[in-house]
């Protein structure tokens, strides 16, 4: 393609034909509700270690059934907030509430300050609240750079000529993966030839060019292995450096430590405290999680048996 027509396709692409944020980010079955504030108004990062999202004694409930009850905690540009905790400990349940899958039974959730309640996941994509799911809603076979724009493709042309702009889209992921610091070998390449790691990152910066200002990451490094692993956390510490805040959800502490500002420990729907990095080890930290006198407990017996 040449430098004119790169030009054309540029001009002829129909900003409008892209919805505010990616239909990708969010989980299947999801509710949409109406997105605040004027249609195309983009919020900005606030200044590094400047509070974004702010929850004071949130909770969750079911019917009888507490899935979360009295958790607090904050996420701020340019900082990493860490949610730790075994299976059952209620971190679904509490990312489901900031990404606005589902609101909250009691307690106060503030975005930049003013309490929110979300009618679904594009109202909090509205507010720069990104969430890459486990699962990644990618499509194997379709290539990287499809699934980088997956559900907001841009177009060109008008009326019945109007068709996908492939060189518009190729050009900006191999541009937003560089910012990144990923580099794919070729981005028609399908995606699931990627590593775990290699996906994850993809869907990283995806979040990232949509205008996330926090990105939620729900175990991204649990069926990873240790170099792959590595890479993911490596990603996690660019986009935080870049002035995001990040959610990390995790049940490793091995992972969150080395990335992590603020650690907050879940169990059994209950916060176990929140403590930032310069108050707790990680040894502390994995006691914190393990259960302290359970893990002692369980050791003294193994060592009997």
Same mark, same amino acid.
């Given at each position: #393609?040449?430098?004119?027509?790169?030009?054309? %396709?540029?001009?002829?692409?129909?900003?409008?034909?892209?919805? %505010?944020?990616?239909?990708?980010?969010?989980?299947? /079955?999801? =509710? !949409?509700?109406?997105?605040?504030?004027?249609?195309?108004?983009?919020?900005?990062?606030? +200044?590094?270690?400047?509070?974004?999202?702010?929850?004071? %004694?949130?909770?969750?409930?079911?019917?009888?059934?507490?899935?979360?009850?009295?958790? =607090?905690? $904050?996420?701020? @540009?340019?900082? !990493? *907030?860490?949610?730790?905790?075994?299976?059952?400990?209620?971190?679904?349940?509490?990312?489901?509430?900031?990404?606005?899958?589902?609101?909250?039974?009691?307690?106060? &959730?503030?975005?930049?300050?003013?309490?929110?309640?979300?009618?679904?996941?594009?109202?909090?994509?509205?507010? /720069?609240?990104?969430?890459?799911?486990?699962?990644?809603?990618?499509?194997?076979?379709?290539?990287?750079?499809?699934?980088? &724009?997956?559900?907001?493709?841009? *177009?060109?042309?008008?009326?019945?000529?109007?068709?996908?702009?492939?060189?518009? #889209?190729?050009?900006?992921?191999?541009?937003?993966?560089?910012?990144?610091?990923?580099?794919?070998?070729?981005?028609?390449?399908?995606?699931?030839?990627?590593? +775990?790691?290699?996906?994850?990152?993809?869907?990283?910066?995806?979040?990232?060019? &949509?205008? @996330?200002?926090?990105?939620?990451?729900?175990?991204? $490094? @649990?069926?990873?292995?240790?170099?792959?692993?590595?890479?993911?956390?490596?990603?996690?510490?660019?986009?935080?450096?870049?002035?995001?805040?990040?959610?990390?959800?995790?049940?490793?502490?091995?992972?969150?430590?080395? !990335?992590?500002?603020? &650690?907050?420990?879940?169990?059994?729907?209950? %916060?176990?405290?929140?403590?930032?990095?310069?108050?707790?080890?990680?040894?502390?930290?994995? *006691?914190?999680?393990?259960?302290?006198?359970?893990?002692?407990?369980?050791?003294?017996?193994?060592?009997?048996?």
């Amino acid at each position: #393609m040449t430098a004119e027509e790169d030009q054309t %396709s540029e001009e002829d692409s129909q900003p409008g034909s892209q919805s %505010s944020a990616p239909s990708a980010l969010l989980p299947s /079955g999801a =509710s !949409v509700g109406e997105v605040p504030g004027p249609a195309g108004e983009a919020p900005k990062l606030p +200044g590094a270690h400047e509070c974004i999202i702010e929850v004071q %004694s949130l909770g969750k409930s079911y019917g009888s059934i507490i899935a979360l009850r009295d958790v =607090s905690t $904050t996420v701020k @540009a340019g900082e !990493v *907030t860490c949610i730790l905790g075994d299976n059952g400990a209620g971190k679904s349940t509490l990312i489901k509430i900031l990404a606005g899958v589902h609101e909250s039974s009691e307690g106060v &959730f503030k975005v930049d300050g003013i309490v929110r309640r979300m009618g679904g996941p594009r109202d909090a994509l509205a507010l /720069g609240i990104a969430t890459v799911y486990q699962d990644l809603a990618v499509v194997p076979l379709m290539p990287i750079w499809r699934n980088f &724009f997956l559900g907001s493709e841009p *177009t060109r042309g008008r009326g019945p000529s109007r068709r996908l702009d492939s060189a518009v #889209m190729k050009r900006i992921t191999r541009s937003e993966l560089l910012k990144m610091g990923i580099d794919l070998r070729d981005v028609d390449q399908p995606i699931g030839t990627l590593s +775990g790691g290699e996906r994850q990152s993809v869907a990283i910066a995806r979040a990232v060019y &949509f205008g @996330a200002r926090v990105l939620i990451l729900d175990e991204p $490094t @649990a069926a990873l292995g240790v170099k792959q692993a590595g890479i993911v956390l490596r990603y996690i510490a660019q986009a935080r450096d870049r002035g995001l805040g990040v959610v990390f959800i995790t049940h490793n502490p091995h992972h969150a430590y080395p !990335v992590g500002d603020r &650690f907050l420990v879940l169990k059994r729907g209950r %916060s176990l405290g929140e403590s930032e990095k310069k108050d707790i080890t990680i040894e502390q930290l994995t *006691t914190l999680m393990a259960g302290g006198d359970e893990l002692d407990a369980l050791a003294q017996e193994l060592r009997r048996a």
